[in-house]
């Protein structure tokens, strides 16, 4: 079995693309919807004992197939056709073997998690729920329930680095440092989407924001038209940018991307919705879309109704949906945007707004009753939740495991 580098659009930027080694299967082609390719093996010649599942693959043989390309790197399995004898290759294949090579689907287990959102985005069309994480630790509890991406709410990192507000106050240092620090809990875990605001300048600065994102293995990101004097999104009093200065944005970011040949997704957002009306939105959203981004984001729907329409309307766009509970937008669920046709589910305040009020009411108990409870299934009603527990979540046997692993078997948390 081997993994194949392919010397198409989506590896361009892939050092093993651009130098396919032995044992290397490189397309040469990659046109159509039907994908053809050749694929072109060197390595030396096939022996009679052996298969092409092993170590040893034909020399300079072309194989051409018509499957569908699903991935970036594609993994192969070659079934021998033709004969061969006394150790050798039958009379007339000049030292090569008729061979067929089968595209396998291929796991997303390895991937980025911006090549992987790009293959959720283009390969699928499931239905990807994302809740809003703000942390480290809420990001770790989503992991850990198995959710297929997650949503990195600037309004959460806003209030969760800062304590304040989200009124335009967390800049790039602040987003990007956050962004870091989840996506890269498990490089190869769940997609991370993240808030980009307005960019957090002009655009040199959304050149610069982009490439630290991509550095930081950010799978997605949305930037939006609001000014930099910017609101949430579900706050009243909004105002949106002229067309041409937010367009501006989404051209430096989709400038950017193409720059560094990276599969980061660029999500088009529009505020406009509140101030201008459902028309301008999408009058915006498709100038977005002909500059680059790949995918749309209506914010602050006034009815399912207007949802329903906008994913219409802008089909086969793929648009995200931002639920927030209490905000100015009616309660979608993920049933009904899935319904809907929409790709992409956020719930910008599903952890921050769960933690406000486990937390508060935590702490109004202790203040009152002078110790602490946690409700949960134990006796009473309460369940004692310990430092292990907690930290069983954020990686402690994997970490038990790396210790153990270098020690020889003499780790230090064996006991613990």
């Not at 207007?306 to 793929?318: F, G, H, I, S, T």
């Not at 979608?332 to 933690?355: H, K, N, P, Q």
């Not at 108990?365 to 409870?373: A, D, M, W, Y």
Request: proline share 5%; charged share 20%.
């Amino acid at each position: 079995m081997y993994t194949a580098e392919a010397a198409h659009p989506f590896l361009s930027n892939d050092p093993l693309a651009r130098s396919p080694t032995a044992s290397t299967f490189q397309f040469d082609d990659y046109t159509g919807s039907a994908k053809t390719m050749e694929v072109r093996v060197t390595s030396a010649p096939v022996e009679e004992s052996q298969t092409l599942n092993d170590d040893i693959v034909p020399t300079s043989t072309v194989y051409s197939t018509t499957e569908d390309l699903p991935l970036p790197r594609v993994l192969f399995q070659a079934e021998a056709m033709a004969p061969v004898s006394n150790g050798t290759h039958t009379a007339g294949h000049k030292d090569t073997a008729q061979v067929s090579a089968k595209l396998r689907s291929v796991t997303t287990e390895w991937m980025s998690g911006a090549t992987k959102l790009k293959h959720y985005l283009n390969k699928t069309d499931e239905l990807i729920v994302c809740p809003g994480v703000h942390d480290g630790f809420s990001a770790r509890i989503a992991m850990s329930i198995g959710f297929d991406g997650l949503y990195m709410t600037g309004a959460g990192t806003t209030a969760s680095r800062l304590g304040m507000a989200d009124l335009g106050l967390a800049q790039l240092a602040d987003m990007r440092g956050n962004a870091e620090m989840i996506a890269n809990l498990d490089p190869y875990g769940p997609p991370l989407i993240a808030d980009m605001d307005t960019g957090f300048g002009g655009p040199l600065v959304i050149t610069e924001a982009v490439n630290q994102y991509i550095r930081a293995g950010v799978a997605g990101f949305h930037i939006e038209d609001q000014p930099a004097t910017k609101r949430c999104g579900h706050l009243s009093g909004k105002t949106v940018v002229p067309v041409p200065e937010y367009i501006s944005r989404i051209r430096a970011a989709r400038a950017a991307i193409d720059y560094r040949r990276a599969d980061i997704q660029l999500i088009a957002r529009t505020d406009a919705n509140q101030q201008l009306g459902y028309d301008e939105c999408i009058a915006r959203l498709r100038l977005a879309r002909d500059a680059g981004a790949d995918v749309g984001v209506l914010e602050g729907f006034k009815s399912h109704d207007e949802a329903r329409r906008a994913v219409r309307d802008l089909a086969p766009w793929p648009l995200m949906l931002n639920q927030v509970e209490g905000g100015h937008s009616p309660v979608i669920t993920v049933d009904e945007a899935r319904e809907m046709g929409f790709r992409i589910v956020i719930f910008s305040f599903a952890t921050l707004g769960a933690m406000f009020v486990a937390v508060k009411e935590g702490l109004q108990f202790l203040k009152k009753e002078g110790r602490i409870r946690v409700r949960g299934a134990g006796r009473d009603g309460e369940q004692v939740v310990g430092p292990k527990q907690m930290f069983m979540v954020c990686g402690l046997e994997e970490s038990a495991a790396i210790e153990d692993a270098a020690s020889g078997g003499n780790g230090t948390f064996k006991e613990v």
